[in-house]
């Protein structure tokens, strides 16, 4: 699978990895179905919910290659 980086669409990841739907819960999107969630990148959420984009980027990608 290829690295998911902060310019990644957020419903991409979720098109090709639903079981990342979690990891995105866990800083606070709960409304993983709007359009405007889907549509951010990675590093958008992040700005919005205070999150390091670096630390859940790691999170992210190690989940992945662990699959």
Request: charged fraction near 15%.
């Amino acid at each position: 699978m290829a690295q998911i980086t902060k310019d990644t669409i957020i419903g991409d990841i979720l098109d090709i990895a639903p079981q990342t739907a979690p990891v995105f819960m866990s800083i606070g999107m709960h409304c993983l179905g709007c359009p405007s969630s889907r549509g951010e990148t990675v590093e958008q959420a992040c700005m919005v919910h205070g999150v390091d984009v670096d630390a859940l980027l790691e999170q992210i990608n190690n989940l992945l290659s662990a699959q």
